[in-house]
């Protein structure tokens, strides 16, 4: 079990990410038990089979920075839990996919970054729709991450429009008459 940061606050993780080898038999790969993140080529593969689980919530699905969010659109009432891999801290891809299902599809569910995730990005996450943040396993101690957290207080009142706060400052400020 990891440590996650969900909703601003320190949690012990249950999940098991699926991590894939290519070239894998995708129909004969046994799953490990309890909840898993399946990769969208096994979710695809075997979406009949595993949609009982996801509905139960034991079965969630994670995507990389080049697939297309689209993808999951029909399945994104019955998915409780997306993740988004980061390879590397410098692709940024993820971001746009996590802004795209909150913002175009609507997608109301727990949405996890996973892979790369560092402690010096976890507000920008937050911003653009992440909700759990999940670095890799050994990066950061227990109390580093508890340390971390207040990186997500970093900014009072963000200038930018984005999934966390629409309006952009200017529009949420009220301006005094001049006299």
Known sequence: MSDIIKHGTLHTDDWTVVRVVEGEDLAALELPAGRVIVPLAL???????????????????????????????????????????????????????ATLLRARFGYAGELRAIGDVLRDQFFFYTRCGFDSLQPKDGKYSRAQLEAALASLKDFSEPYQGAVDRAEPLFRRQTRKEAA
Do not use: H, N
């Open 43 to 97: 979710w695809l593969a075997r979406r009949d089979s595993l949609l009982a689980g996801a509905e139960a919530g034991v079965v969630g699905v994670w995507l990389a920075g080049t697939e297309d969010p689209a993808t999951l659109a029909g399945d994104l009432l019955r998915l409780q839990l997306i993740a988004v891999d980061f390879p590397k801290f410098a692709d940024g891809r993820g971001y746009s996919i």
